[in-house]
């Protein structure tokens, strides 16, 4: 695959996703909005951060702290409020904001969906159309949306059959291992038919998944950790990449580490047992971890997107921190062969985390929810140092 003459050789950006910035659907609107409003969150997404309204100015933020890139996600049920009928007026804003993307100097990374579904895929990926539906919409998509060329088809795969169908803490609530495996598969058969319908359109785009990889380490040295280590790793990263089919880049959603034993594979969970000190989601900060993931998967001779990497903080030094720090890891990673062509920090904005609400803070950019004020943070300041390190013309860091 040719790299797009005038893309920025290195995409440096900021990631979201549609439902947990845009703000204002009802309760009806989708599986997430459904399972809000029944109560099943810490607080409902609500108006969010408006990004729908107020993405020119967001955007402009994003170029201001250096971004040269922009990741962010389709909102189905809005492009499809029933099946077969697609909504012009969606489109015509996610027209827009691909246009302003460029007037703002930001590559746009758009992903087809990240997460909600429409409420009339009645066994979300279960349903027997749920496929094919999904690659009319990708490539009807691929064809609209003409200025994006770097697409992902869905985010987190397994992230979504272990949290929805094992964990049961996010939509539909189930506790079935079995089926879990039956939703992977169905999205990554989504992603096929996505892929050869978005190609069909357009060849020349680069399309792949955004997959989230835990740095699966053993709990003790004992062989018994180790090889469910091995297991864990082989079943949540490696089972998803190599069933996918066609990826133009392997995009890499990277956060944590996690300790494994025998027992705790028994029981599984993408947090926990943790030793040391955590985010705000209870999850360990292990830049070495990313270091490894990346030099391992860059073995397989693809181009790599970290798609998303950020931590959940109120403490600016440790935002900062964890920023410098993955940044020498991708560069080690890169030192050490790995094919890496972007960065997008998770998140550009504070927004909503799916079942813990507000609380986390992951955001670059603060938002107070009263008055939708935006304020550049301190930590954001790494994340412009980066920029002008790759981009000399990038503006100055803000205050640390
Ligand atoms: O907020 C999520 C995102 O939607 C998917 N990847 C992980 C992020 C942090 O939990």
């Known amino acids: 695959m040719t790299w797009p003459a005038d893309a920025p050789a290195f995409l440096l950006g900021v990631a979201t996703s549609g439902h947990q910035v845009d703000g204002d659907q009802p309760p009806a609107h989708n599986?997430?909005?459904?399972?809000?409003?029944?109560?099943?969150?810490?607080?409902?997404?609500?108006?969010?951060?408006?990004?729908?309204?107020r993405f020119p100015q967001d955007l402009a933020l994003f170029r201001q702290i250096g971004a040269n890139a922009y990741r962010f996600s389709l909102e189905w049920s809005r492009l499809e409020p029933a099946p077969g009928e697609y909504?012009?007026?969606?489109?015509?804003?996610?027209?827009?904001?691909?246009?302003?993307?460029?007037?703002?100097?930001?590559?746009?990374?758009?992903?087809?969906?990240?997460?909600?579904?429409?409420?009339?895929?009645?066994?979300?990926?279960?349903?027997?159309?749920?496929?094919a539906r999904f690659a009319a919409l990708a490539g009807r998509m691929a064809a609209a949306l003409d200025?994006?060329?770097?697409?992902?088809?869905?985010?987190?795969?397994?992230?979504?059959?272990?949290?929805?169908?094992?964990e049961g803490q996010w939509p539909p609530g189930q506790h079935r291992p079995g089926t879990a495996a039956g939703v992977l598969w169905a999205q990554l058969r989504a992603h096929r038919a996505a892929y050869r319908a978005m190609k069909q359109v357009r060849p020349a785009i680069w399309v792949g998944i955004a997959h989230h990889l835990v740095h699966f380490r053993p709990a003790r040295?004992?062989?018994?950790?180790?090889?469910?280590?091995?297991?864990?790793?082989?079943?949540?990263?490696?089972?998803?990449?190599?069933?996918?089919g066609p990826q133009d880049f392997l995009g890499v959603n990277y956060y944590?580490?996690?300790?494994?034993?025998?027992?705790?594979?028994?029981?599984?969970?993408?947090?926990?047992?943790?030793?040391g000190p955590t985010t705000a989601m209870g999850w360990s900060v292990d830049p070495d971890?990313?270091?490894?993931?990346l030099v391992r998967l860059g073995r397989r001779g693809q181009p790599l997107l970290v798609t998303e990497n950020g931590i959940a903080t109120d403490d600016e030094a440790a935002?900062?921190?964890?920023?410098?720090?993955?940044?020498?890891?991708?560069?080690?990673?890169r030192a050490a062969g790995a094919d890496v062509r972007g960065y997008f920090y998770w998140s550009g904005l504070d927004n909503f985390e799916w079942a813990e609400g507000y609380r986390p803070h992951f955001g670059l950019i603060a938002v107070n929810r009263d008055t939708q004020e935006r304020t550049v943070k301190p930590g954001a300041?790494?994340?412009?140092?980066w920029a002008r390190a790759i981009r000399p013309d990038a503006p100055p860091p803000p205050p640390r």
């Open 31 to 53: 599986d997430w909005t459904a399972w809000e409003h029944a109560g099943r969150t810490r607080e409902p997404s609500g108006a969010a951060v408006r990004h729908w309204q």
């Open 87 to 131: 909504d012009d007026e969606a489109l015509a804003h996610y027209q827009e904001m691909t246009e302003a993307c460029r007037v703002h100097g930001l590559e746009p990374l758009v992903t087809v969906s990240h997460f909600t579904l429409p409420p009339w895929l009645t066994h979300g990926w279960l349903s027997p159309e749920a496929p």
């Open 147 to 166: 200025p994006v060329r770097f697409w992902c088809t869905i985010n987190e795969p397994n992230v979504l059959a272990l949290m929805g169908y094992v």
């Open 221 to 244: 040295a004992t062989p018994g950790d180790r090889a469910a280590a091995w297991t864990a790793d082989r079943i949540f990263n490696q089972w998803p990449i190599r069933r996918a």
């Open 256 to 275: 944590a580490p996690r300790w494994v034993s025998p027992a705790t594979l028994a029981n599984p969970s993408l947090v926990g047992p943790v030793p």
């Open 289 to 293: 971890g990313f270091r490894q993931t």
């Open 319 to 333: 935002r900062g921190a964890y920023i410098a720090q993955h940044r020498a890891a991708l560069e080690q990673a």
């Open 381 to 385: 300041a790494a994340f412009t140092d």
